[in-house]
């Protein structure tokens, strides 16, 4: 195979379930199909405003290409965002993620848990309301609401309502399997008690709100792995709603890294900064991943479909970790 079709092989996985390389290549290039599968099997060469032109449109890159045969690594993804409005960028850009998974009619998620998952999170508005104030306040550059006091009297979810939708509906689509371990919870539980002991929150009844809106995510998600399907919070599971694969390893602390397998190809969503991924398609890595997800996967406990009493055990267990919280602010 030469150079070239080796250099649209590459470009392949890019390409949504529904549609094919060739069509992708001639609506990019603006020229026929015939003349794109002449391109595609190397009959006519690539100019370098073509190439630049497949690379800005597949989202790749020459260099991840040309370093196939080195030890390099090659991740993309934007740049932490500066814009006055950073939380819309970071939603817009988790979004476009969870929609190019959907393009593809192979799909599977894994996930190896650090800490709850902002779908997760976005099940219940009290939850979502808090994470957002939290996020931006303490995490996002340019913070909001850095004088501001969290009360439910405010929707801070309300600019991002339709976003928020969208993002839930879109992961309830991917089959996923999530590796969870037993500190799961506890990063999401000490902002609420830090913000609580620092008087962010503008009062008791608050904080306790902002407690039992976990102990309902719990109760879902506890609902999900023993049905072995997605669904939204009240709402039973319908026929769109992907698998979900809910495992304990109570060894291993996770790190929030995320695997996308297509079948054909993979990429691996490493997190930093808190909320931001970097992407990687380099196919000796993710199949490294995902060989150590697999191998994860065989020394955990399987929580969702059979295994009703150590599910039970630990979704108790999670119970009282936030009823603890709640005992503890008194009266």
């Known amino acids: 195979m030469n150079t070239q079709a080796q250099f649209f092989q590459k470009l392949k996985p890019s390409i949504p379930g529904f549609s094919s390389l060739a069509a992708e290549v001639a609506a990019t290039l603006q020229v026929s199909l015939d003349s794109a599968y002449r391109r595609i099997r190397g009959e006519k060469l690539l100019d370098f ?21 080195t030890s390099s690594i090659l991740f993309q993804g934007s740049a932490m965002p500066v814009l006055e409005d950073t939380m819309r960028q970071w ?5 476009a993620q969870l929609q190019y998974i959907n393009g593809h009619s192979e799909r599977h998620l894994y996930f190896l848990i650090k800490d ?22 303490s995490i996002l550059p340019q913070g909001t609401f850095l004088a501001e006091k969290f009360s ?8 991002y309502e339709d976003l928020v939708k969208k993002i839930v509906r879109a992961y309830a689509k991917i ?4 590796i969870w371990n037993e500190d799961t ?24 709100q902002i407690y039992s809106s976990i102990l309902e995510v719990i109760d879902h998600l506890e609902k999900m792995a023993r049905q072995g399907q997605k669904s939204l919070l009240g709402h039973a599971p319908s026929l769109e709603h992907a698998e979900y694969r809910l495992y304990l390893n109570d060894i291993v602390s996770g790190d929030n890294t995320l695997l996308a397998d297509f079948g054909g190809s993979k990429i691996t969503y490493l ?3 808190i909320l931001y991924f970097l992407g990687c398609k380099d196919n000796a890595f993710n199949e490294g991943v995902y060989r150590n997800m697999q191998n994860l ?8 479909g059979s295994g009703e009493k150590e599910r039970t055990q630990v979704f108790n267990k999670l119970r009282k970790k936030v009823q603890a919280k709640i005992f503890a602010l008194g009266t």
């Not at 000490?190 to 002991?197: G, P, S, W």
């Not at 996967?297 to 969702?304: Q, R």
């Open 49 to 69: 405003n073509e190439i630049s032109m497949l690379c800005r449109s597949f989202n790749t890159s020459l260099d991840e290409f040309l370093c196939l045969n």
């Open 91 to 95: 939603m817009e850009e988790l979004d």
């Open 116 to 137: 709850l998952p902002p779908f997760h999170h976005f099940y219940h508005p009290v939850l979502t309301n808090f994470k957002f104030f939290f996020w931006t306040k």
């Open 152 to 159: 439910l009297d405010t929707n801070y979810l309300l600019p």
């Open 175 to 178: 089959p996923s399997t999530e």
């Open 185 to 208: 919870l506890n990063t999401t539980l000490r902002q609420i008690e830090a913000y609580h002991d620092m008087g962010v929150i503008v009062d008791l009844e608050t904080t306790r």
């Open 271 to 273: 997190n930093h900064s």
């Open 297 to 304: 996967i065989k020394k955990s406990s399987l929580l969702s």
